[in-house]
């Protein structure tokens, strides 16, 4: 692929905790972008051990391999045969990424596999992330599910999550919370929009030790996933899907990839 047309891809990578939304976003999002935005999207699934996905993969790694085929071949149990899957990625890495070359849409999302510790820990994240980088820019987009946060540290610890990723990852990112259509309680999530608040609610949550280390992470959280690029939507129902759109031109954008 020429230099331009590299650059010119935005190659969209989610990742999340399982079951925060990283199948679904990646065919909503994907879904509206043709719909709304007008452009060619191309999905790729690199979950083996995915059931069902709601999007057409244009590249599948389960086509490859399956999670389910490597447990019953080599008599692994589901975590073993998981870890096994990642080993494969990594050595099939060239086929996946010849795939992903070829396609020819203005954006490619990438599903990542459900268990996230898995990819990102291991080789095969780091790995086929950087070669992807190759071939256009890439973007995280870190998926946080507030539904499994039910106190003020425990939003720290999922927004930590989130950083400790872009660590390892070494690319640009956004966090979305997901499922806000799903939450009832709204006062957890607006403590992402307000710094103070969610420092008086750690201190009155009276939560000891806990709360102490939030609160000194609280910083940390404030320089590197400052509240402008914290996106709350909703997968399911399309919501926020404008502003999280914003957030990525933006990135894109400003890296020079675009004028
Ligand atoms: N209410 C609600 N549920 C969602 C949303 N996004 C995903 N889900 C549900 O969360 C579950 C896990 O979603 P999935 O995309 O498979 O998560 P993954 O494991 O990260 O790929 C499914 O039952 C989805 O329907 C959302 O925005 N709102
Ligand atoms: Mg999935």
Redesign the pocket.
Same mark, same amino acid.
């Given at each position: 692929m020429d230099k331009n047309a590299a650059n010119n891809k935005q190659l969209l990578v989610?990742l =999340?905790?399982?079951?925060? =939304?990283?199948?679904?976003?990646?065919?909503?999002y994907g879904n509206w972008l043709e719909k709304r935005m007008k452009v060619k999207v191309n999905f790729v699934n690199l979950?083996p051990g995915?059931e069902m996905l709601?999007y057409n993969a244009d590249f599948d790694v389960r086509k490859l391999f399956t999670v389910r085929e490597i447990m019953n071949k080599e008599r692994l149990g589901p975590n073993g045969a998981f870890i096994r899957c990642m080993d494969l990625i990594l050595k099939k890495k060239k086929i996946i990424l010849d795939s992903i070359s070829e396609m020819n849409g203005e954006y490619v999302l990438i599903?990542t596999p =459900?268990q996230?510790e898995l990819f990102v820990f291991r080789k095969a994240g780091p790995e086929l992330i950087s070669e992807l980088r190759k071939l256009g820019h890439v973007i995280c987009v870190l998926?946080i599910?507030p539904?499994m946060t039910d106190s003020p540290s425990s939003l720290v610890a999922m927004i930590l999550l989130s950083l400790v990723v872009q660590l390892r990852l070494e690319v640009d990112n956004v966090i979305v919370l997901?499922?806000?259509?799903?939450i009832k309680n709204k006062t957890l999530l607006n403590l992402v929009e307000n710094r103070k608040k969610l420092e008086r609610a750690l201190v009155s949550a009276s939560e000891g030790l806990i709360s102490d280390i939030a609160l000194s992470l609280i910083d940390i959280i404030g320089e590197y996933a400052p509240a402008s690029r914290l996106v709350k939507?909703?997968?399911?129902?399309e919501?926020g899907f404008e502003e999280l759109y914003d957030i990525l031109h933006e990135i894109f954008c400003v890296c020079g990839d675009l004028t």
């Amino acid at each position: 692929m020429d230099k331009n047309a590299a650059n010119n891809k935005q190659l969209l990578v989610f990742l =999340g905790p399982a079951g925060s =939304g990283k199948t679904t976003l990646a065919g909503s999002y994907g879904n509206w972008l043709e719909k709304r935005m007008k452009v060619k999207v191309n999905f790729v699934n690199l979950d083996p051990g995915a059931e069902m996905l709601c999007y057409n993969a244009d590249f599948d790694v389960r086509k490859l391999f399956t999670v389910r085929e490597i447990m019953n071949k080599e008599r692994l149990g589901p975590n073993g045969a998981f870890i096994r899957c990642m080993d494969l990625i990594l050595k099939k890495k060239k086929i996946i990424l010849d795939s992903i070359s070829e396609m020819n849409g203005e954006y490619v999302l990438i599903d990542t596999p =459900g268990q996230m510790e898995l990819f990102v820990f291991r080789k095969a994240g780091p790995e086929l992330i950087s070669e992807l980088r190759k071939l256009g820019h890439v973007i995280c987009v870190l998926i946080i599910d507030p539904l499994m946060t039910d106190s003020p540290s425990s939003l720290v610890a999922m927004i930590l999550l989130s950083l400790v990723v872009q660590l390892r990852l070494e690319v640009d990112n956004v966090i979305v919370l997901n499922k806000i259509d799903a939450i009832k309680n709204k006062t957890l999530l607006n403590l992402v929009e307000n710094r103070k608040k969610l420092e008086r609610a750690l201190v009155s949550a009276s939560e000891g030790l806990i709360s102490d280390i939030a609160l000194s992470l609280i910083d940390i959280i404030g320089e590197y996933a400052p509240a402008s690029r914290l996106v709350k939507i909703s997968a399911l129902k399309e919501i926020g899907f404008e502003e999280l759109y914003d957030i990525l031109h933006e990135i894109f954008c400003v890296c020079g990839d675009l004028t």
